[in-house]
């Protein structure tokens, strides 16, 4: 079992940067690969980033442009979504995730936080 809390959002101006964390429990945090995820209103819930149970691999939604980055740190049981250059379209509850691989289907991964919002203003 993974207990996932993410924290980090808020509302910032476009152009701006957040940092996103999210601390997990339990001791088996590096064996999980770790997303994130977000759902804007009235939209489904869509993949913006993963990263492998090591740090080595990372993976990204296109549409992201390079604007975000994925990160984590294992001996403090944490990932991290550094964005950058935020728009208005990336306003949204950002998730993350605990699963067995990188991926960008949201059914691969087991455990979920409850999310943190973010707001860009134009």
């Known amino acids: 079992q993974v207990h996932l809390v993410e924290s980090g959002g808020g509302l910032v101006q476009a152009g701006d940067s957040l940092r996103l964390s999210c601390a997990a429990s339990?001791?088996?945090?590096?064996?999980?690969?770790m997303g994130w995820f977000r759902q804007a209103p009235g939209k489904e819930r869509e993949f913006v980033a993963a990263?492998?149970?090591?740090?080595?691999?990372?993976y990204y939604a296109d549409s992201l442009e390079g604007r975000f980055t994925i990160s984590r740190d294992n001996d403090k049981n944490t990932v991290y979504l550094q964005m950058d250059s935020l728009k208005p379209d990336d306003t949204a509850v950002y998730y993350c995730?605990?699963?067995?691989?990188?991926?960008?289907?949201?059914?691969?991964?087991?455990?979920w936080g409850q999310g943190t919002q973010v707001t860009v203003s134009s």
């Open positions: 339990g001791r088996t945090f590096s064996s999980y690969a």
């Open positions: 995730a605990a699963g067995g691989f990188r991926s960008f289907r949201a059914s691969d991964y087991y455990y």
């Open positions: 990263i492998d149970w090591s740090g080595g691999s990372t």
